[in-house]
T-cell receptor, first 112, second 115 residues
């Protein structure tokens, strides 16, 4: 079945550091890929998405590129801020399916 | 910006009791979903609902669970006889369409604690 694997957390960085959170997936069809973010005490918010190979999703300085050849959708940000501290979830939705399949989440803490 | 709302934010119940979790999806959305997250585990899909019918469900969504859209705005998840292992955060979500590229918008969640 479909699955998503994210890098283990927690991840702790200093402000202005470069961020990468790895995400790889397995899907039977041609999925759309998503990154969601969960700030403390809040629900899941869409951060960015990509719906076909080589598409780059971007938002709030975050980027991720849909790499079909490596089945990956790594999240990157050039310079993180304290306000980026949150849990980040990679997810996919496969063709013909209603459900999102989530990775285990990566807790990110940014220290000033 | 329109958002999905959920009530209550926290529900405590005794094992064997029935609970109803409530959600108000975004008003022009047609597809509705429930997910849950047991503490420390992945967010898991439970069920999707379209046109007053279940369109997809997971193995978790057994006979103890049911969903309903009792009026034009609410979407509910009922657990008939709660078990300890039902303790989790339950998220409602909605989307405009069923397209694979469509974004699912999530509510803030209801934390269910079964004692």
């Amino acid at each position: 079945g479909d699955s998503v694997t994210q890098m283990e957390g927690p991840v702790t960085l200093s402000e202005e550091a470069f961020l990468t959170i790895n995400c790889t997936y397995t899907a039977t069809g041609y999925p759309s890929l998503f990154w969601y973010v969960q700030y403390p005490g809040e629900g899941l918010q869409l951060l960015l998405k990509a719906t076909k190979a080589d598409d780059k999703g971007s938002n709030k300085g975050f980027e991720a590129t849909y790499r079909k050849e490596t089945t990956s959708f790594h999240l990157e940000k050039g310079s993180v801020q304290v306000s980026d501290s949150a849990v980040y979830f990679c997810a996919l939705r496969d063709q013909g399916a209603q459900k999102l399949v989530f990775g285990q989440g990566t807790r990110l803490t940014i220290n000033p | 910006e329109p958002e999905v709302t959920q009530t209550p934010s926290h529900q405590v119940t005794q094992m064997g009791q029935e609970v109803i979790l409530r959600c108000v999806p975004i008003s022009n959305h047609l597809y509705f979903y429930w997910y849950r997250q047991i503490l420390g585990q992945k967010v898991e899909f439970l069920v999707s609902f379209y046109n007053n019918e279940i369109s997809e469900k997971s193995e978790i969504f057994d006979d103890q669970f049911s969903v309903e859209r009792p009026d034009g705005s609410n979407f509910t998840l009922k657990i008939r006889s709660t078990k300890l292992e039902d303790s989790a955060m339950y998220f409602c979500a909605s989307s405009e369409s069923g397209r694979v590229s469509d974004t699912q918008y999530f509510g803030p969640g209801t934390r269910l604690t079964v004692l």
